[in-house]
């Protein structure tokens, strides 16, 4: 087969010399269900993946991850699985995903697939043997169902709250009709946790590690790698009052994800998910080629980050606290100290990322002027309403920045159009949990979840053949589609292409960040290898360096840097 040559995983000669790949990688993030839609459902799939290969490869990535495409009743977007070793019918069949996996290793783009073992769907087989098989049993045992308190049980057993709002417990009804067990669930009521210290549960993920790795996947995503074990006795907990915003000051996804094991949340951050870990990373090191393990662990401070990276554990681990920092000098120098210490530390590389699924698009939340805790998202009645041309500036300045930082990027499909948060969905195409489960006082995140832009004049912009999209696209869409920006110098396409194929050839991933100083309060200035780095925060333009400019985030830029703009110079 052409091109075969690449696949990154064929063995081959290695020089021994070069870091592995993750360690400098750029990881691009496709969520399948708006990324591209092969047969006009409203709803992408593996085959639209696969037919948009040759954009991703054009603009440079590394890898790509995929969110949840497995079977699944759809209520928290196929993070709610009902079967881990298949693919849902709304995204096509295992052969699609062969294909979709052969042509893009074909293309030297590695796959990484997503796994949620915290949780399975309430439809998965083990959930619904679980509840027929009634209290005490084995079946249950996979779960975490217990007694309610209150006399008769009336109570649910603990205190704790879901992420998505609401009671993080639902009450089931037993096979006599009558009210019965409570079953815990961090998230949905459709997503009940299982329970990690039965050995049957991790056996079964082995088993599953092992389908997608014999199928030929360079790793997993693992969500929500922070909570698959709870405190013994899941003790009460109550979380310090809501103390963070994403538009500024230090935010957390939620309240209490941080501290230390003594005084963190009983369900985040457990000492004993390390163990759960170093056993999947002895499976994967049983594997021919470079298989990683990425944990999205929402725990602070970065040096507890950096334990789900210890050498025998995962190879990366997402920098939230990264993520959180608001478009500032000061903070944002800080924050990419401590990571590079706390990640080094351990001998892992510090990885980045600006947008996911799960937060506002950066492109609108830099911009962002009141309090917006994350997790609530932007719609009409939301407070501090971004500038979308401030928003922009900035994203672009971040990106930027981001990308020349030594380590491992991760890109969400969109970002490298410049796309903004969709702010203005009516409120009836709304469908994240968070917005039901808090009667509508959350938006949630469907706003950066909105089906992307390919070709401005094709209905659904290109998204899929017809005009169906599952969340409305907006208006504005036409100016942000790949097909008006590809080769259009200024474009944000353009400048992610640009910074992505700099980053490659100065090595600006596997490189050394040395700060320079001397450029005044609002400013980031740094070494990489050949490169001088130059982030101007502030609103007032500063005078630049000597060199020629390889890359500005605002197009025009010589002696003078304005304000939200990043340059990267060639050092003299
Ligand atoms: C992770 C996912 C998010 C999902 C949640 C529950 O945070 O990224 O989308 O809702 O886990 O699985
Ligand atoms: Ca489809």
Redesign the pocket.
């Known amino acids: 087969m052409a091109g075969t040559v690449t696949d990154p995983t064929a063995a081959g000669p290695t020089d021994a010399t070069a870091p592995e790949w993750w360690r400098t990688a750029v990881i691009y993030q496709i969520y399948p269900r708006s990324f591209s839609d092969a047969n006009g459902d409203g709803i992408g799939d593996l085959a639209g993946i696969t037919r948009r290969l040759p954009a991703l490869a054009d603009l440079g990535i590394d890898a790509i991850w995929l969110s949840p495409f497995y079977p699944s009743p759809q209520r928290?977007?196929g993070?709610d699985v009902a079967d881990y070793c298949g693919v849902d019918p709304l995204f096509g069949t295992l052969d699609d995903f062969d294909r979709m996996l052969s042509e893009a290793h074909a293309r030297g783009i590695r796959v990484i697939v997503d796994l949620?073992p915290?949780?399975t769907s309430s439809a998965h087989p083990w959930f619904e043997a679980a509840l027929a098989a009634g209290p005490g049993s084995v079946e249950r045992a996979r779960y975490i169902f217990r007694d309610g308190r209150g006399e008769n049980g009336e109570l649910p057993p603990n205190n704790w709250q879901s992420?998505f709002d609401g009671p993080a417990w639902t009450r089931v009804t037993e096979e006599d009709g009558q009210p019965g067990q409570w079953y815990l669930h961090l998230?949905d009521s459709s997503?009940p946790d299982l329970d990690w210290e039965n050995p049957w549960v991790r056996e079964q993920f082995q088993g599953i590690l092992r389908f997608w790795l014999d199928r030929g996947v360079d790793g997993f995503r693992v969500?929500?790698a922070h909570g698959m074990i709870k405190a013994p006795g899941l003790p009460d907990y109550t979380p310090p009052a809501e103390a963070g915003s994403m538009g500024g000051g230090t935010a957390t996804l939620e309240p209490g994800m941080s501290g230390e094991p003594e005084d963190a949340p009983p369900y985040w951050g457990q000492e004993g998910v390390h163990e759960i870990f170093r056993e999947w990373r002895r499976v994967l090191d049983e594997y021919p080629g470079e298989r990683i393990l990425a944990a999205?662990a929402w725990v602070e401070p970065l040096a507890k980050v950096a334990k789900w990276v210890r050498p025998d554990e995962m190879h990366q681990s997402f920098n939230f606290p990264y993520l959180e920092t608001p478009w500032q000098a000061k903070p944002l120098r800080q924050v990419i100290d401590e990571s590079l210490a706390a990640f080094s530390s351990v001998g892992a590389p510090s990885t980045w990322v600006l947008s996911?699924?799960?937060v506002v698009r950066h492109g609108s939340r830099l911009a962002v002027t009141a309090d917006n805790l994350q997790g609530h998202g932007l719609g009409p009645r939301s407070k501090g309403l971004p500038d979308p041309e401030v928003g922009l500036r900035r994203a672009r300045a971040a990106s930027a920045l981001m990308l020349a930082l030594p380590g491992s990027s991760y890109i969400y499909q969109g970002e490298e159009l410049g796309l903004p948060e969709v702010i203005h969905l009516p409120d009836e195409a709304r469908q994240d949990p968070t917005w039901f489960r808090s009667n509508g006082e959350r938006y949630g995140?469907d706003g950066s979840r909105v089906p992307i832009p390919w070709e401005a004049d094709a209905p659904s912009y290109g998204f899929g053949p017809g005009s169906a999209s599952w969340l409305p696209q907006p208006e504005e869409w036409a100016t942000f589609a790949r097909d008006a920006e590809d080769g259009e110098p200024d474009s944000t396409l353009e400048l992610y292409k640009l910074a992505l194929r700099l980053r490659r050839e100065h090595g600006l991933g596997a490189g050394t960040l040395h700060w320079l100083d001397g450029f005044g309060d609002d400013v980031l200035a740094f070494q990489n290898g050949d490169v001088t780095v130059v982030a101007n925060t502030g609103e007032a333009s500063v005078a630049l360096p000597e060199g020629e400019v390889l890359l500005s985030s605002a197009p025009g830029t010589h002696r003078t840097l304005p304000g939200d703009t990043t340059v990267w110079l060639a050092r003299r």
């Open positions: 928290d977007a993070y949620v915290n949780h992420v998230f997503q969500d929500v999205e996911n699924h799960d995140r």
